[in-house]
């Protein structure tokens, strides 16, 4: 019993010392760095598209969730132009906005990809969450792609899968 104190107030104290990590998702990349500081030509095309994710899902029964990291891929599919998205918004399976990851237009270079991760801790979204971006290209000129993979592992067995984007009316 006395060996027991010896191994376990150590063991209390480190665990006391460390430090709730941020999430990823409330934590964004730098979008003042890709947010354009020019006038955007009003001669582009404009278009929204809707991106179902999964937070969470359900397991054995409608009781059990499994907990998903996302990632989110902003994909510029043009060889030579540039595209921008003017918003992207969280929502939850509720249609609750969640957060505003950035509300000035951003641009994506060529052939590029950003990312956008929700950490499998962020239970926010929850089973039936969502993304709408709204997005400007040139006219003639492939418009974005929005796909997002989540993920779960459970010791050697795991579990992922893959969503599209669809463009919507608004």
Known sequence: MKYFIFIALPTLLCISCIQPRELSSTDPVNWDKRTVKTTVSDSL???STFLSIYSQIYMRNDEEQSDLTVTVSLHNPN???QLFIDKAVYYNTHGEPIR???DKTIFINPMETVQIVIDGIDKE???GANFVFDWKTKKGTNEPIFEAVMINTYGQ???SFVTT???ILK
């Open 165 to 167: 984007g669809k463009r």
């Open 79 to 81: 060889l030579n132009e």
């Open 45 to 47: 095309e404009t278009g």
């Open 157 to 159: 067995q795991g579990i």
């Open 100 to 102: 505003t990851y950035f």
């Open 125 to 127: 979204g929850g089973t």
